[in-house]
């Protein structure tokens, strides 16, 4: 394991913000919801304020007008308006970030040095991913092998059906750990177990910023349910018997199923507190995720209710790093990934 400080220190989580999160690809969800009603929008990346743009593709660039630095929009605040409007001074700009009117600013100034601030931006399978530092290494080397599992699944044509917020008193960390084993299966998912054996599957070891692996499904059960049946249809070109639990640094679990495809998207709030944004998506005829939507509700508030256990127990006077079994070789590919970062080093091995 990590050492205590990295689930309970206020300045590990702090520097993380910064260097994992603004300093790597985050997602930020899907593009078609972020641009949903408007033509931009703030956010927060990590540490870092920034303002999205939907004009002729998505752009991202720092919430800072470029004449006093006054935030362009406050975070999660979104506008229709055709230009990006400092409430300051009234600069205001293209959505490509160049300067549209610098009110006064007398008719021998030159606007084209002042363009906002662009930030690297992709999108992926229909979702928006942001390096708000602009360090960030070639998106496609993040990606790495993770490419070609994702790709038979096109999650890009899918269709949000449900959607749960949680709010989680776990480590963002802890989290993900939690979700890259099944060690911990028969003691706390019976319904899980029911439909896919705890000791099934393997881990990937191919290249990029990700962990993850494939777990089996029982004989005679169709995907991941209470009853082990599905209300949807199959996905053309992918596996039938088999589950993909991938995780991409540093904030997207893509959990890959027959017929859906469902997300966690991460963002910590605090050392021991974490939001969570569980999305399912299914071909846009199914008209019922609720087979889907029930399991995981169902796995999630157990795995949820084992993480804030952890939580707790870390931030014991008497916690110290404890061993790895081997069947949480994808705990330890994924710690090992986290020092990798706190050493400055890639995060691919």
Not at 74 to 82: F, I, K, N, P, T
Not at 215 to 236: K, W
Request: net charge negative; with cysteine; aromatic share 10%.
């Amino acid at each position: 394991m990590l050492p205590q400080e990295a689930y309970t220190d206020p300045a590990v989580l702090a520097w993380e913000r910064r260097h994992f999160f603004a300093g790597s690809w985050s997602c930020l969800g899907r593009v078609d919801e972020l641009a949903s009603g408007t033509t931009h929008r703030a956010v927060n990346v990590g540490d870092i304020a920034v303002v999205l743009t939907f004009g002729d593709r998505p752009r991202a660039f720092a919430n800072t007008c470029r004449h006093r630095g006054h935030e362009l929009l406050q975070c999660d605040q979104a506008s229709d308006r055709r230009s990006v409007v400092c409430p300051y001074h009234g600069w205001s700009y293209e959505l490509d970030g160049s300067v549209k009117a610098a009110p006064r600013m007398g008719e021998a100034f030159d606007p084209t040095p002042y363009k906002l601030v662009e930030l690297p931006a992709e999108v992926w399978h229909g979702w928006l991913f942001v390096n708000a530092t602009g360090t960030a290494g070639p998106f496609a080397e993040h990606l790495g092998g993770i490419t070609e599992l994702v790709a038979p699944y096109q999650p890009e044509t899918l269709v949000l059906k449900a959607r749960h917020q949680y709010d989680v008193a776990s480590n963002w960390k802890t989290v993900v750990e939690n979700y890259h084993e099944c060690y911990h299966c028969p003691l706390i998912h019976p319904e899980l177990c029911k439909v896919s054996p705890p000791t099934s599957g393997d881990n990937w070891n191919l290249p990029g910023a990700w962990v993850g692996g494939l777990m089996d499904l029982r004989p005679g059960v169709e995907t991941m349910s209470l009853d082990g049946r599905s209300g949807g249809v199959t996905l053309p070109g992918v596996d039938p018997r088999r589950v993909n639990y991938l995780g991409l640094f540093p904030n997207l679990l893509l959990s890959l199923h027959p017929d859906y495809v469902m997300t966690h998207r991460l963002e910590p709030r605090a050392p021991g507190v974490t939001a969570i944004e569980c999305s399912w998506y299914f071909p846009a005829e199914v008209s019922d995720p609720s087979y889907a939507v029930e399991f995981w509700d169902v796995t999630n508030r157990e795995d949820w209710a084992a993480c804030e256990s952890v939580q707790r127990g870390a931030e014991s006077p008497h916690f110290r790093p404890g061993p790895l079994a081997p069947a949480e070789d994808a705990v330890y590919q994924w710690v090992t990934m986290i020092a990798r970062g706190y050493l400055g080093k890639p995060l691919s091995n």
